[in-house]
C-alpha cells in the first residue's frame, strides 16, 4: 500500500485559500452562529429568468455531449455577445468552456511546455497557481502594492523577469483579487513587451462589465497584438451563474485555436443544457450587467465606508470586479480568521474573509493583508464590517494580554 503514492504535480497544488476555513465554519455554525461569508466570488445575486426559462425549454429527450467546438447556436450568441466591445469573431475563434476556469487550463497548455515561465502580477486569481504547479510551470511574479493602488511597474522593470523561456503574460482585467482596472498606458506597455519578445498575453476579462467609472471592453480590440492573444472569458459573474459552468476561450488565432481545438476534443464538450441557458443572456447581456454593476457599486461603497472607520486598517478603493484587498493591523490574518471563527462573536455572528497570502507567489507576502468579495447586500456587508472592526479589537486585547 505505501508504494501508492500520490503525484508530485498534485502535491505541489496548494489548497484553495478560499475554501479551507470551511471546517471551522462549520462547527462555528454548529454553535448557532452565523458566520456572514465575504471569501467567495460566490454572489447572493440570483440569474436573470431568462435563464430558467430557456432551460425549461429543452425537451424531455436524451441528453446528450454538446458538439467540442460549442453548440452553434450558443457560440453564435458568444460571437453577437462580443459585437457589444467592437469584436468582429466567427465562431471558430471561440470554444466555449467548463467555466474560464478551463480555458485558463487550455491556454497555459496551448503555449507552455513544462518548465516554461509565465509572467505574472502578484496579488493573483490563486487558480493561476493550481494550474501552474499542474502544468509544471514557473510563474513569474511581479509584486504590486497596495499602498501605490496595484499600479504596474514600468516596461523595464517587467522586462527583467523576461527569460528565454518565458512564454505568456498573464493579465485579469478587472481584477480579482485587487479590483483593480489597467490603464490604457499598462496595457500599452504590456502589448509593446509582448511584441518585443514575442510573447502570448493570456487576458481574464471574467469581470468585463463590473466596473464603476468607463465603458467595458477587452483586450482583443486592440489589433496590433491580436495574434498573441487568448483571450479566456466567463458567463459566471456577469450573469451571476458561476453553477452553470460555463466560460470559453478566444482568439484570433487559427493555430491557437487548433492547438485548444483539440484539447476540447480529449475533454468532449462543456454543459449542454447550460449552454442552451445562456443563449437569451449572450443575445441581450446589457440589462442584467448593467443592474449587477449598479449593486456591486452600491456594496462597494457600504464596505468602504465600514473599513475606513476601522483604525490601522488600509485599502484600494476598488475599480472594478467584486473584490478588495486590505492591510490590517495584525502579523497573521490566517490566525486572525482562525480567532473571528473560533473565539469571536458578537450577538451570534462573525465573519468570514480570505487570508490574501495565498494570493501571492513570493513567500512570505500578503500575511498582513485580507481579501473581502462583496457578495451579500449592503445592510450585511455594513454588519460585516462592524464585525470585523469589533473583531480585530478584540484580537489585539488578547494579543497584548497573552
Ligand atoms: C479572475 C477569475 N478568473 C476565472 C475565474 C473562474 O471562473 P469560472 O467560474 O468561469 O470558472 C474566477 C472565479 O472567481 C476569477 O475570479
Known amino acids: 500500500m505505501n508504494k501508492l503514492r500520490i503525484s508530485q504535480r498534485v502535491s505541489q497544488v496548494i489548497h484553495s485559500p478560499i475554501r479551507k476555513f470551511l471546517p471551522l465554519v462549520l462547527k462555528a455554525e454548529a454553535k448557532g452562529i452565523e458566520v456572514l461569508k465575504i471569501n467567495v466570488g460566490d454572489p447572493d445575486i440570483e440569474p436573470s429568468p431568462k435563464f430558467w426559462q430557456a432551460l425549461k425549454k429543452f425537451p ?35 470554444i466555449p468552456t467548463v467555466g474560464c476556469a478551463e480555458a485558463m487550463l487550455f491556454s497555459l497548455l496551448v503555449t507552455t511546455d513544462p518548465g516554461d515561465e509565465i509572467i505574472v502580477f502578484e496579488p493573483l486569481y490563486s487558480s493561476y497557481k493550481g494550474f501552474a504547479a499542474v502544468c509544471n510551470i514557473k510563474l513569474v511574479p511581479i509584486t504590486l502594492r497596495v499602498d501605490s493602488g496595484f499600479a504596474l511597474p514600468n516596461e523595464q522593470t517587467i522586462a527583467k523577469k523576461i527569460t528565454s523561456r518565458t512564454k505568456a503574460i498573464v493579465v485579469v482585467n478587472p481584477n480579482n483579487p485587487t479590483g483593480t482596472i489597467l490603464t490604457s498606458r499598462e496595457i500599452t506597455r504590456l502589448i509593446n513587451l509582448a511584441v518585443k519578445h514575442h510573447l502570448f498575453i493570456i487576458t ?61 476534443m480529449v475533454r468532449l464538450s462543456a454543459p449542454t443544457l447550460e449552454q442552451y441557458g445562456l443563449i437569451p443572456l449572450l443575445n441581450n447581456p446589457r440589462a442584467f450587467t448593467r443592474t449587477i454593476t449598479r449593486e456591486y457599486k452600491k456594496r462597494r461603497g457600504a464596505v468602504i465606508k465600514g473599513l475606513r472607520q476601522i483604525p490601522g486598517v488600509t485599502c484600494y478603493q476598488p475599480q472594478g470586479a467584486f473584490y478588495l484587498i486590505a492591510k490590517l493591523p495584525v502579523k497573521n490574518t490566517e490566525d486572525f480568521i482562525t ?57 489585539q486585547t488578547r494579543r497584548q494580554s497573552s
Open 204 to 264: 481574464d476579462e471574467t469581470y468585463r462589465e463590473i466596473i464603476f467609472k468607463g465603458r467595458p471592453g477587452s483586450l482583443l480590440q486592440i489589433t496590433r497584438a491580436r495574434q498573441q492573444m487568448i483571450l479566456v472569458d466567463s458567463a459566471s459573474k456577469r450573469f451571476s451563474c458561476p453553477g452553470a459552468r460555463i466560460g470559453c476561450l478566444v482568439s484570433y488565432n487559427p493555430a491557437i485555436m487548433a492547438a485548444a481545438l483539440k484539447l476540447a
Open 60 to 94: 424531455p429527450q436524451n441528453l446528450g455531449y454538446a458538439p467540442s467546438p460549442g453548440i452553434a447556436e450558443h457560440t453564435r450568441a458568444w460571437q453577437k455577445y462580443y459585437t457589444h466591445f467592437g469584436l468582429k469573431l466567427k465562431p471558430e475563434n471561440i
Open 339 to 395: 480567532f473571528l471563527l473560533t473565539s469571536f462573536q458578537d450577538k451570534k455572528q462573525t465573519i468570514l474573509v480570505t487570508p490574501a497570502e495565498d494570493f501571492y507567489i513570493t513567500e512570505g507576502l500578503g500575511r498582513n493583508e485580507i481579501r473581502i468579495a462583496y457578495v451579500l447586500d449592503t445592510k450585511k456587508l455594513t454588519r460585516a464590517m462592524i464585525l470585523l472592526k469589533k473583531g480585530l479589537a478584540e484580537y
